[in-house]
C-alpha cells in the first residue's frame, strides 16, 4: 500500500442501467426472480458499490495488490429503471492496516437508492490466488 491510501479518498462513478442489470436477470434460473419487475437489482447494485470503491484505489496500491470485499451494510431504498443513470459517491473513512472502510451514497435521477458502508481488504494477488481451491481437487 502506498502511503496515499488515507481517507479523504473519494470517487464518483456513474452507470447507465441496462435491462440485463436487473431483478429477472440476477438469476434466471430461479422463479421467484424471473417474475419481478425490471428493476436494478441489489446484487448488481453491490458490484457497482465496489467497483467504485475499487476505482477510488486506483494509483494508491502497491504493484501485486488488490483488494477483496470483505463486508456491506447496505441500504437499498429505491428502485432504478433501464435507462437510469446510477451516481455513487465512495468515500474512503478508515485506513486499519490492509482493512479499509468507505461510506458510500448511490442516487439515481429521482431519488437516493442506497446510502451505507463498504469494507474492503487490501491482499498480495499472487499469494491470494495461490490458495484457491484446484478445480477438480
Avoid at 494508491?60 to 456491506?72: I, N, P
Avoid at 451494510?73 to 455513487?88: E, K, M, N, Y
Avoid at 437508492?113 to 484446484?134: C, K, M
Amino acid at each position: 500500500m502506498k502511503d496515499s491510501l488515507r481517507p479523504g479518498i473519494t470517487h464518483t462513478l456513474e452507470y447507465v442501467v441496462p435491462v440485463e442489470r436487473t431483478v429477472p436477470y440476477l438469476l434466471p434460473e430461479s422463479p421467484g426472480f424471473t417474475v419481478m419487475p425490471q428493476v436494478l437489482a441489489t446484487g448488481y447494485m453491490v458490484g457497482l458499490i465496489e467497483w467504485a470503491c475499487i476505482e477510488a484505489l486506483a494509483g494508491h496500491l502497491d504493484e501485486g495488490e488488490m483488494t477483496l470485499g470483505t463486508h456491506v451494510d447496505l441500504s437499498h431504498d429505491a428502485p432504478t429503471v433501464p435507462g437510469s443513470t446510477v451516481r455513487i459517491e465512495a468515500t474512503l473513512v478508515a485506513v486499519d492496516g490492509r482493512a479499509l472502510e468507505f461510506d458510500v451514497v448511490a442516487a439515481d435521477e429521482h431519488a437516493t437508492i442506497s446510502t451505507g458502508r463498504h469494507r474492503r481488504g487490501v491482499v498480495r494477488t499472487e499469494r491470494f490466488v495461490a490458495r484457491l481451491p484446484r478445480p477438480g481437487s
